[in-house]
């Protein structure tokens, strides 16, 4: 399973961004899928991710300014972000949970200037 993020970039606080995965599997039917961040010297923390019932959990501290949504036509989710935060800034990583297994992909980076 290979799993592509990009959409990262630099970008001024109170700018909006999205970010893309593609995946090599199909995304529908996952234990979980979707994103996860690793800021400089923090733990890797929920960003979000959809749940095998299809619903959507965030992090605390994206809730109403990140929103996570996918194509399972295309194998694709997507994280829109909007109002970012200087404190936004992390590599982002795209993750599938098969049910089997883990995957995360290489990960992009955010870096939200302020």
């Known amino acids: 399973v290979q799993l592509q993020a990009s959409g990262g970039g630099l970008v001024q606080a109170g700018r909006s961004l999205r970010l893309r995965c593609v995946a090599s599997?199909?995304?529908?039917?996952?234990?979980?899928l979707g994103w996860y961040r690793q800021a400089p010297g923090k733990q890797r923390e929920l960003v979000a991710i959809?749940?095998?019932?299809?619903?959507?959990r965030y992090g605390d501290s994206v809730k109403g300014r990140f929103t996570i949504s996918r194509d399972n036509g295309k194998n694709e989710v997507y994280l829109q972000m909007y109002s970012l935060k200087s404190e936004d800034t992390a590599v982002y990583y795209c993750?599938?949970?098969?049910?089997?297994?883990?995957?995360w992909g290489r990960g992009t980076q955010v870096t939200v200037s302020s």
């Open positions: 993750y599938l949970d098969d049910g089997l297994n883990d995957y």
């Open positions: 599997v199909s995304t529908f039917g996952n234990r979980a």
């Open positions: 959809f749940r095998s019932d299809g619903s959507a």
